[in-house]
C-alpha cells in the first residue's frame, strides 16, 4: 500500500501544481469551456482570456481583457469577431495539431485560428504583454508558432504593430467594431499603406492621412511620438520588404492603448491608476483640418486660424472659387532659365507623399534641395528624417495636397519651389510686427521667439493673418508712428524709453517746405535713383547748404511702408563712421521720407563696375573700403547695443563719401535682434534679398544669421578686388560663374589673375592674396565655417600664412538661379542713392 500511496499523493500533487500553471496555460486535453466560466490569467495577471458578451448584446466571444485594472472589462482582441456563439455552449481547443478552434453546442467549428506548421506537442499561453500564442510545450514564450499579436482587430498594445510584410503577405492594421454591441469589422481601418503613410480608410476611401514617419512621428500625428511624460516611444522599421511601426514603453508601468472607434477615430488611451480610469492621450482625426485635402492642391489648412485654407507662397486661389479646388502659381515655374526657389513653409504635415520619392539616406537638406533644383518636375521637397540634425530627402513632382498648418511650430519645414518673382513678396516679415512697442527689450523677445527650433511661425503668424489683410490699418499704425517718433523728439527730445537704458535717437522732424525747397519739388534732374518703396532725390539746404539724399516712400508700396518704417527704427540708433547717416525724417500729409548725408561719389557698383570708372579706385583704396565694410559690419553685429543682420550687403548698398570712405546703407531689411544673443539663427518664410549676394542657407532655406552677411561680404570682398559682377563672368566666354571662376584660379595658384585690370600692375601682393583669401573664407557653404567679422578684422591685419585653408565656397557648380545678377523682379532692395 505504501507505494501507491505515495504514487498517489505525488499524482495529486502534480495535478495541483499543473492545475496553478494551466491557469495561463491551454493544453490539448484542457479546452476552455464557457459554461463553467473558466479564464486563462496571464502569469503576471495583467491579462485574461476567456468568453465575453459585449454590452448590449447576449453573443458569446473569446477575447482578451485587462485582469489588473478594475476598469468596465475592456476588451483589446477578439477571435471569432465574425462568428459568434449565440448561447454559453462554446468551447475553445486546441487541436493536437496547435490550431485553435472555437466550436458552438453542436461541435460546429464557428471560428479557426491559422495553423501556419503543425506542432507536435503543443500548448497555448496567455502571455502577460497580452499576446496569446500557441507554442511547442518545449520551446520559449518568444517562438510562438501562432501569435495574437499577428492578428490585431481594433486594439494596439505596447509589442503589437502596424504595417506590412510583403513576404507574407500580411497586413497589420486596426479594424474597428462595428458597433459597440458587435465587434465585427466595420470599414474603418487604420494602417500604413504602401507609401509608407499612415492612414485611415474608410473602406476604399481615404478617411485620414496623417503622412509619412518622420524619424519622430508621422508627419500629421499629433501625440504619436516618443513622449518622455507619459513614458511612451514608437518604432519605425522599414525594408524592402516591409514596415512596421510599433510602440514600446520607457516606463514599464504605464498601461496604454491604442483604438480604432467605431466612429473612425484613433483614440489613444492611458491607465490612471490614482483616478482608475481610462484618460485620453490623443486622438485623430481631430479638426476640419484633417479631413483629407480640406484645401485643394497647393492649399494650406489653418485649424486655428481666422481663415481656414491659405495657400501655400507663390499660388494664389483659383479665381476665387471654392476653397476645396485649391490654388494655382501665380507666376509660372521657369526651370529652363533656372531661376526658380524655394519658399519655405514652416511647422506642417507633410503632403501627400504617394507620388513621392523618398530617399532615408544620409542626404543634407541642401543636397535634397539641389536634387529638386535640378529636376524640372520637382515641386518641393522636405527633410525625410527630421530626427538629431535631419537627413534624407522627399521629393514631390506632382501639385502639394493636404498640407496641414500646426500652431506653436510641432509641424515639420515644407520648401515648395515657386518662380522667383514669388519668392519675394510684399508681404509683412514676422518681425517687423512688433514694433507696436518701442522698446528695444520687447523688439528682442519678439524676434528670438522666431528661432530656429520653432520656425517662422509664432504668435506673430497670428499677428500677420489678422494684420495682413488690414493693410490699411498697418499703414495708418505706421504714419502714427513715424508721426510719433518725431513729434516726442520735439516735445521731450526722446524718442524710446528703454527701460533699462535712455536712448536719445536725435532724430530731427523736418518740415515738407523745406524739403520740397531742397529738393527744388523733387524736380526729376535731383532724381538720384529709384528704389524699392520709393524714388530717392537729391538736395540741398538753402540756409547752411548742406546737401542731403530724400527718400521718399511711394504712397502705393505697402512693402515701402514696412521697409521704411524698419529703416527707421534701425538706422535711428546706430552712429558709425562706416554706416550712412540719417539725419531726420519728414511726416506731412501723406508724406514720408529719410533725409540721409549726401554720398557725392554715389555707390560701390557705380564706380566699380563701370570701366570708365573703376580706374579711380586704386588697390589702396580699394582696400580702404573693404576695411571700412568690414569695420561697419563688425558694429552691426557685435558693437551695437543691437545684433543687427543687413540681409542685404552689395555693392550698390555701398555709398561713398567725399574721401571714399564706404558707409554701408538701406537698412530697409535688416532685422534687429537683443543685444546679447549673439548666436542668433532665423527661420524665415519669406526670402528677402539679392540672389547673387545671399547665402546658401538662407537663399535656399530662409535661415539666416550673422553668417549670412559674411557670405555676402566674401562676395563683395571678391568683386571689390576682380572688379566683376557674377553676371559679367556668368553670360561671357568663361563658362563659369564668378565664384567657380575664383576658386578654380584659387587652386590652381593663379588668383593673380583675378586683379581687376584698371588697378594696374603695382599692388602689395600679399595684401590682395589676403583679401582673395578671406574672400573665399566667408563664402564658405558651411556657415559655421565661415569668420565672424571679429576674426576677419584680424586677418585684414595679419599675415595672409596664418589663415585657414578655405574650403569650396557655397553653391560652386550650380549654375544659374543663384548666381546670375538679379533682374529687377528679383530684388527690392533700394538702390539708394545710386547714380545713374
Ligand atoms: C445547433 O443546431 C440546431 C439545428 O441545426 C440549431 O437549431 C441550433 O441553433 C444550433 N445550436 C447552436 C448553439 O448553434
Ligand atoms: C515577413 O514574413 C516572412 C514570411 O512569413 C518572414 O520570414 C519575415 O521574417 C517577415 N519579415 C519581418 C521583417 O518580420
Ligand atoms: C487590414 O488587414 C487585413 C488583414 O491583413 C487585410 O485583409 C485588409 O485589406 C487590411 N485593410 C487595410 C485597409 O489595409
Ligand atoms: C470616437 O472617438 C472620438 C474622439 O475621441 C469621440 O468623440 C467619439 O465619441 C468616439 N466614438 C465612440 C463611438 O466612442
Ligand atoms: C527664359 O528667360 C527668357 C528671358 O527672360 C524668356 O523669354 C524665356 O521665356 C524664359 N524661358 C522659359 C522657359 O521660361
Ligand atoms: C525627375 O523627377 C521625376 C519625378 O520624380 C522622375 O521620374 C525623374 O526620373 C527625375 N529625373 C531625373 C533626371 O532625376
Known sequence: MKPT?????????????????????????????????????SDGGSFELG??????????????????????????????????????????????????????????????SESPTSLNNPVAK????????????????????????????????????????????RNYNLTAWTSESDPSPSNYAIGIDYHGQIVIMDGQRLHWRGGPWNGLRFSGSEGMQRDKRIGIGFDYVTGPHHVFCSEYLIDSSIIDRIVMNTSGTLQHFIWIQDKQQWTYVGFVPRDECDSVARCGPNGVCHPD????????????????????????????????????????????????????????????????????????????????????????????????????????????????????????????????????????????????????KHGHWSPAVVVIDIVVPALAIILLVMVFVVYCLCRRKKEHGKYFDDDTEETDLDLPL????????????????????????????????????????????????????????????????????????????????????????????????????????????????RYNIIVGIARGLLYLHHDSRLRIIHRDLKPSNVLLDMDMNPKISDFGLARIFGGDDTEVVVN?????GTYGYMSPEYAMHGIFSIKSDVFSFGKLILEIVSGRKNRDVYDSSIPENLLDHIWRLWKEGKALNLV?????????????????KIGLLCVQEQPEDRPTMNTLLKWLDSDISHLPEPTQPGFVNLRGPFDSEPSSKNTISNTLFEGR
Not at 581687376?756 to 601682393?765: A, H, R, V
Open 5 to 41: 500511496m505515495i504514487w498517489f499523493c505525488s499524482f495529486l500533487c502534480t495535478i495541483s501544481f499543473s492545475a496553478s500553471i494551466a491557469s495561463d496555460t491551454l493544453t490539448v486535453s484542457t479546452p476552455l469551456l464557457d459554461a463553467n466560466t473558466k479564464t486563462l490569467i
Open 51 to 112: 468568453f465575453f458578451s459585449p454590452a448590449g448584446s447576449n453573443n458569446r466571444y473569446i477575447g482578451i481583457w485587462y485582469h489588473s485594472i478594475s476598469d468596465n472589462q475592456t476588451v483589446i482582441w477578439v477571435a471569432n469577431r465574425k462568428s459568434p456563439v449565440t448561447d454559453r455552449s462554446g468551447r475553445l481547443s486546441l487541436t493536437t495539431d496547435g490550431a485553435l478552434t472555437i466550436t458552438d453546442g453542436n461541435s460546429t467549428v464557428v471560428w479557426s
Open 126 to 169: 496567455l502571455l502577460n504583454t497580452g499576446n496569446f500564442i500557441v507554442r511547442e510545450a518545449s520551446a520559449a514564450d518568444s517562438d510562438g508558432a501562432w501569435q495574437s499579436f499577428e492578428f490585431p482587430t481594433d486594439t494596439s498594445i505596447p509589442g503589437m504593430k502596424l504595417g506590412w510584410n510583403l513576404t507574407s503577405g
Open 305 to 452: 486660424g481666422s481663415t481656414l485654407c491659405k495657400c501655400l507662397q507663390g499660388f494664389t486661389r483659383r479665381n476665387n472659387s471654392d476653397e476645396l479646388n485649391g490654388c494655382v502659381r501665380i507666376t509660372a515655374l521657369d526651370c529652363a532659365n533656372g531661376t526658380d526657389g524655394f519658399a519655405r513653409q514652416s511647422s506642417v504635415k507633410l503632403p501627400d507623399t504617394s507620388t513621392a520619392s523618398v530617399d532615408w539616406s544620409a542626404v543634407s537638406l541642401e543636397e535634397c534641395g539641389l536634387r529638386c533644383l535640378r529636376n524640372c518636375s520637382c515641386t518641393g521637397y522636405a527633410q525625410a528624417n527630421v530626427s538629431g540634425s535631419g537627413s534624407g530627402c522627399v521629393l514631390w513632382s506632382t501639385d502639394l495636397t493636404d498640407i496641414k498648418f500646426y500652431e506653436g511650430g510641432t509641424g515639420q519645414d515644407l520648401f515648395v519651389r515657386v518662380a522667383a518673382a514669388d519668392l519675394i513678396i510684399s508681404e509683412f516679415d514676422t518681425c517687423s510686427l512688433f514694433y507696436h512697442n518701442f522698446s528695444s527689450n520687447d523688439l528682442a523677445v519678439s524676434c528670438s521667439g522666431t528661432g530656429r
Open 510 to 621: 523736418f518740415d515738407l517746405d523745406t524739403i520740397l525747397e531742397a529738393t527744388q519739388n523733387f524736380s526729376p534732374s535731383n532724381k538720384l535713383g529709384q528704389g524699392g518703396y520709393g524714388p530717392v532725390y537729391k538736395g540741398k539746404f538753402k540756409d547752411d547748404g548742406q546737401e542731403i539724399a530724400v527718400k521718399r516712400l511711394s504712397e502705393t508700396s505697402s512693402q515701402g511702408a514696412n521697409e521704411f518704417k524698419n529703416e527707421v527704427m534701425v538706422i535711428a540708433k546706430l552712429q558709425h563712421r562706416n554706416l550712412v547717416r540719417l539725419l531726420g525724417c519728414c511726416i506731412q500729409g501723406r508724406e514720408r521720407m529719410l533725409i540721409y548725408e549726401f554720398m557725392p561719389n554715389g555707390s560701390l557698383d557705380a564706380l566699380l563696375f563701370d570701366p570708365a570708372k573703376s580706374g579711380s579706385l586704386d588697390w589702396r583704396t
Open 684 to 688: 524665415t518664410k519669406r526670402v528677402v
Open 756 to 772: 581687376d585690370e584698371s588697378i594696374g600692375n603695382s599692388f602689395p601682393t600679399t595684401e590682395v592674396l589676403s583679401c582673395i
